[in-house]
């Protein structure tokens, strides 16, 4: 349960610490004070979406702490917190959570960072909470079926059913790609074979169009390329007076110098060398010289080549970029090739791999069949329980002639799932909705054309507390209920079910009370004082019969600090409480709304 609440610049909260206690938790204050701020802190603490609009004006950071008592029996807390290796410490959690003007965030679980998906799914197991505007949930079908299932404790076969559903449709998407008629497949594969032959004629080879363009521009310039090299060899080594035979004149004389002189044997040596290189270049010039020859006849192979290679990749190497992609227009042809003969052992494969789809999804249908039949039966008997708990709670909150149902309906106008007679949606065969009825003699109807905003306040208290309770049916046989035979609220099963291991230990009401009023409002607060005794109960409310039942009562205030507006929450002693109490049943404190205040707490045994 939550032991202490720290909030710091929140919205208007500036610096805020409260502790609280088991049971009824009642927070109460003026209209505007800041109540639902405060129920937005703990929300936002749950793992709420939150925005930068959050943090108090001026501030940099806001921030929201809890120090949270848990129950050793909530196995499901205790090998999630396991499996992320976050330990318990004398049996408390300290949890954190802040947001930067940037928009930034931090969460923390005992100082381990984690994610605010991990948070909300972390604190969905110890705490429910009911927001203002939970309601319009009651009035969409398709939430229904999601509280039926938390009821029943089937999320997880769900969950498994919706993935089976989503595999079935993958199937049947991959069968319609490949109803391709013979003929479109027969066109296709004759498409795919010719380009398949004619690339393998070409006999390619990576890089060679890089080696015949230069080929190309060799020979297309051949009279260019000869008379240069006939000047080079006339100057270099063929001529009367040419380099090769001017250096081999000097190195000589040199040679000579340095018998005369030694400090020229360095520059003797290096000239010599000069010498001997220009003699081989001179060799290899005269080489090449002699192997020029002009073949208009190898030109024109070239340049067929050339082109042959061209149209192949305007067909083909376009579709592979092979100037990115590739090394060479040669490489992406080649790939191209490779793909294509990939797609013809496909075509000729498409009756093989139709029927193994088939096959496939056939084995999927009995599958997704079986567990949709499962799932409805566990929703119907489910579905039976929990209208005959919802009624009974109704019945305990003023609604005595209520009727609260469950209907289970089966699938129609969606596409098959392969029976002809069954229709399968992405959870189930099964429309569910819920039937109410408030007045006795009336059938029930969909609670969207019938239900007041009063009626749909207790129904929904009565399914959040019906809901949290679920899931511990295996309580101690023959214990004794904690409430007297003759007014209690809960009968045996669903005492015995709330002291239970599973659901939240820890629920939360933002004006749960909305649209109600006199005896249907005692009834409301009588009810959650009794629930406060199995379950820590946190309840924004307005209504003075509801907060004389509190076991911790708390005032929510706003107040003027240095020119600013802030917002307080205390706990009140009894006087303070008593003055509270007044003022919520008539808004001033006067003798007569005291002595009134002091009525209804001395009825509700404060």
């Not at 004398?90 to 984690?114: C, H, M, W, Y």
């Not at 609604?399 to 089966?410: H, I, Q, T, Y």
Request: hydrophobic share 40%; charged share 30%; proline share 1%.
């Amino acid at each position: 349960m939550l032991l202490e609440l720290t909030v710091r610049n929140y919205a208007i909260i500036d610096s805020l610490s409260v502790s609280f206690e088991n049971g009824l938790n009642i927070i109460t204050g003026e209209t505007g004070a800041g109540k639902s701020i405060i129920a937005g802190a703990i929300g936002f603490l749950m793992g709420a979406k939150a925005d930068a609009g959050v943090v108090r004006s001026g501030c940099e950071e806001a921030s929201v702490s809890a120090v949270i008592s848990v129950d050793e029996k909530n196995a499901e807390l205790s090998g999630w917190l396991r499996e992320r290796e976050i330990k318990v410490e004398d049996g408390e959690l300290i949890v954190r959570r802040s947001i930067k003007t940037s928009a930034r965030g931090a969460i923390f679980i005992q100082n381990i960072p984690v994610s605010r998906s991990d948070l909300a799914e972390c604190m969905g197991m110890m705490f429910d909470i009911h927001g203002q505007h939970d309601h319009e949930s009651l009035l969409r079908p398709a939430s229904h079926r999601k509280y039926l299932d938390h009821f029943a404790g089937i999320e997880g076969e769900t969950q498994s059913f919706n993935a089976v559903f989503h595999e079935l449709s993958e199937k049947r998407k991959m069968m319609e790609n490949s109803a391709v008629s013979e003929k479109e497949r027969a066109e296709r594969k004759e498409i795919l074979s010719y380009a398949v032959n004619e690339i393998e004629n070409a006999a390619l080879k990576s890089g060679e169009s890089r080696e015949l363009e230069a080929e190309s521009a060799k020979l297309s310039s051949f009279e260019k390329l000869a008379g240069f090299i006939e000047t080079a060899c006339e100057t270099f080594c063929l001529g009367a007076v040419s380099a090769v035979s001017l250096t081999r004149k000097a190195s000589s004389a040199l040679n000579s110098a340095s018998a005369l002189d030694a400090g020229l044997s360095l520059l003797d040596g290096r000239l010599s060398n000069l010498y001997y290189e220009a003699e081989d270049a001179a060799g290899e010039l005269k080489n090449y010289r002699e192997s020029l020859s002009f073949d208009p006849q190898r030109l024109e192979l070239v340049e067929d080549r050339l082109n042959a290679i061209n149209r192949l990749k305007k067909k083909y190497a376009a579709e592979t970029d092979g100037k990115s992609a590739f090394f060479s227009v040669e490489d992406a042809i080649l790939a191209y090739k490779t793909r294509a003969e990939a797609e013809i052992d496909d075509l000729s494969r498409t009756e093989e791999n139709k029927e193994s789809l088939k096959k496939e999804a056939e084995a999927l249908e009995k599958t997704i069949l079986s567990m949709a039949a499962s799932l409805t039966e566990k929703r119907k008997k489910a579905g039976n329980r929990l209208s005959e708990r919802i009624t009974h709670i109704l019945r305990r909150l003023g609604m005595k002639d209520a009727n609260f149902s469950v209907s289970l309906e089966r699938k129609g106008g969606e596409a098959g799932s392969g029976a002809s007679n069954v229709v399968i949606g992405a959870f189930g065969a099964d429309d569910v909705e819920f039937l109410f009825s408030a007045n006795s003699g009336e059938e029930p109807r969909e609670l969207s054309r019938i239900a007041s905003g009063g009626e749909l306040s207790r129904v929904m208290l009565a399914i959040k507390t019906a809901l949290v309770s679920s899931g511990a049916e295996a309580a101690v046989a023959g214990e004794e209920n904690d409430f007297p035979a003759g007014n209690g609220f809960l009968g045996r099963e669903e005492n015995e079910s709330a002291r239970g291991s599973g659901g939240a230990q820890t629920l939360i009401f933002d004006e749960i009370d909305s649209g109600i009023g006199g005896e249907t409002a005692a009834a409301v607060g009588d009810y959650l004082y009794r629930i406060g005794k199995i379950k820590q109960i946190f309840c924004v409310t307005h209504l003075a019969v509801i907060a004389v039942r509190a076991a911790n009562h708390l005032k929510v205030e706003k107040k003027q600090m240095n020119g600013r507006t802030v917002t307080e929450a205390r706990p009140l002693n009894y006087k303070e409480r008593r003055e509270e109490i007044a003022r919520m049943l008539s808004g001033s404190v006067s003798d007569t709304a005291l002595a009134h205040a002091d009525e209804l707490l001395e009825k509700a045994g404060a």
